[in-house]
């Protein structure tokens, strides 16, 4: 009897042992992820961010070099700080 209790003992701690380590191995991985995807997250903002400034100097590049007064009016507000 007291062979069997000492057998369920050792089995009992190995099971918690096996679970902190298990345990640990999640919370390790989780952490990897969170990480990956942070920067992730912000290689997007960045593209996103990247193309929205390319749009904005296309657009004003056609308004500065529209014909007649309108890109000349543009640029003398602008060089006026209006």
Do not use: F, W, Y
């Not at 990956?36 to 593209?47: D, N, Q, T």
């Not at 100097?57 to 006026?80: C, D, F, Q, T, Y």
Request: glycine fraction near 6%; proline fraction near 1%; aromatic fraction near 0%.
């Amino acid at each position: 009897m007291t062979t069997a209790l000492d057998d369920r003992s050792r089995a009992e701690a190995d099971v918690r042992a096996a679970a902190e380590r298990l345990s640990h191995a999640i919370s390790t991985e989780m952490r990897e992820r969170e990480a990956r995807a942070i920067i992730a997250g912000e290689k997007r903002l960045i593209s996103a961010g990247e193309r929205d400034a390319e749009v904005v100097l296309k657009e004003l590049m056609s308004i500065l070099a529209a014909p007649g007064r309108a890109g000349v009016n543009l640029i003398e507000r602008l060089l006026e700080g209006r």
